[in-house]
């Protein structure tokens, strides 16, 4: 009996033993999930706070890139509070959904879609993978298509066939030939002979508005070698051109708006004015009317049915300064600077309404619509492109923060084409 009671009482013993370790086992399973708690480590014990691990820095790198090209990012700062070494991951849309792997506080990144991305980076305990920290502050970075740094300052843009036309200040007329959006290259120029501030094109002939040397008429039919085919002193600056059928509109500043008969182009007349009251600086002409951008005074519409008497047909003030204007269908969507976009509803032309607005984080100084987004050129916060599809309420789809400050924009085949001032012509790809 007593060899029974003591076998009985060493099975006990041994069960209970072997219970302790289980629980024991489990235990420490479920305190490593948790990254707590290492019986090896003096930093871990059953009694200590979960571990945690310090927001990284903001990443450094390029801000300004180009497509198919790889870019380093480094961060770095990071450490555990049980002093375990840590690694890093980088968001390189800012989106959580495109993240690098784990490693090493520098990485490269190639992007191969152009749009201005917010990259970011977070960093992990290497013994306890599920000590992560917050995200770091992100770095913007804009990815564009390509760029031509023109010699003088990029003011006005216009794209025809596969050439852009830039208005470049001091240095006149710069032929770009873009049939290789990635890699555009010079095609050819002329100095015009005063400060080139806008440019369209029609047919054969670039029509430059060249400050106080009025309109200046360039024939491109050879785009390597452009001529002088004839000129308009217009009587102030003249800022911004549209043509429309024989006759060009020209915003010239204090005179107004100025209506030149180019049927001829050699010898060019003028056919009316109007002055209007402001500082007349962008123009946009549509079926009988002439809408013009006129600085303090907002917003102009002219009546040109009869170009020899052009009369005012309606008006609207802005809050600041009108720069730019484009036209689409029912609407006019006016670059306002300081204010951004103001959209109005024209269907009345002798009485514009107020539709809606929105205020662009820089200075609006020209905008370009197309399939109801206007592209506004704000000078140093870039390109920014606006949801215009509920024009009550637009909102902001999408920016590049160009190079420099951002003065026009003209859209052609899913690129946007930027008049950056002294960064010349930037090329944007991947609009949606």
């Not at 903001?58 to 700062?77: A, V």
């Not at 890093?88 to 190639?110: N, P």
């Not at 040397?213 to 003249?238: C, K, M, R, V, W």
């Not at 001829?264 to 209007?276: F, Q, R």
Request: charged share 10%.
């Amino acid at each position: 009996m007593t060899d029974s009671v003591y076998r009985n009482g060493s099975i006990f013993m041994y069960r209970l033993i072997v219970i302790i370790l289980l629980l024991g086992i489990v235990s420490f399973i479920l305190s490593a999930k948790n990254g707590c708690v290492n019986p090896f480590n003096t930093h871990e014990s059953s009694g200590s706070s979960a571990e945690t691990v310090s927001i990284p820095n903001q990443p450094t790198g390029i801000t300004i890139g180009y497509l198919g090209t790889s870019y380093s990012y480094s961060t770095g700062g990071s450490s555990s509070d049980w002093g375990h070494s840590v690694e890093y991951q980088f968001d390189w849309k800012g989106d959580g959904i495109d993240l690098s792997a784990w490693g090493a506080a520098s990485q490269s990144k190639t992007w191969f879609s152009g749009r201005t991305y917010l990259v970011r980076a977070r960093a992990r305990c290497t013994a306890h993978t599920t000590a992560i920290s917050a995200w770091s502050s992100g770095l913007s970075v804009s990815i564009l298509a390509g760029s031509y740094d023109t010699p003088g300052s990029a003011s006005g843009v216009y794209v025809s066939g596969s050439y852009a036309y830039v208005a470049d200040g001091s240095s006149g007329l710069q032929i770009i030939n873009i049939s290789e959006p990635t890699t555009p290259t010079f095609a050819g120029s002329y100095d015009t002979p005063g400060t080139a501030c806008g440019v369209y094109v029609s047919g054969s002939y670039a029509y430059v508005a060249d400050g106080y040397s009025g309109l200046q008429i360039i024939n491109i039919s050879e785009p390597a070698t452009p001529t002088f085919a004839g000129s308009y002193d217009t009587p102030d600056l003249a800022y911004g051109v549209c043509i429309s059928g024989s006759y060009a509109y020209v915003a010239n500043e204090d005179s107004g708006l100025q209506i030149i008969n180019i049927s001829n182009p050699a010898a060019p007349t003028l056919a009316g004015s109007y002055d209007t009251p402001g500082s007349a600086s962008g123009v946009y002409v549509s079926g009988s009317y002439a809408y013009v951008a006129d600085g303090s005074s907002g917003l102009r519409i002219i009546n040109i049915s009869n170009p020899a008497a052009p009369t005012l047909a309606g008006s609207y003030n802005t809050p600041d300064f009108a720069n730019g204007v484009y036209v689409s269908g029912a609407y006019a969507y006016v670059a306002d600077v300081s204010s951004g976009l103001h959209i109005f509803n024209i269907s009345n032309p002798a009485a514009p309404t107020l539709t809606g607005s929105y205020d662009t984080p820089n200075r609006a100084r020209s905008v370009y619509v197309s399939e109801n987004y206007a592209y506004v050129a704000d000078g140093y916060s870039g390109l920014q492109i606006i949801n215009c599809f509920n024009p009550a309420a637009p909102t902001l789809a999408g920016f590049y923060d160009t190079v420099d400050s951002a003065n026009d924009v003209y859209v052609s085949g899913g690129y946007a084409y930027v008049a950056d001032w002294d960064s010349g012509l930037q090329i944007i790809i991947g609009i949606e």
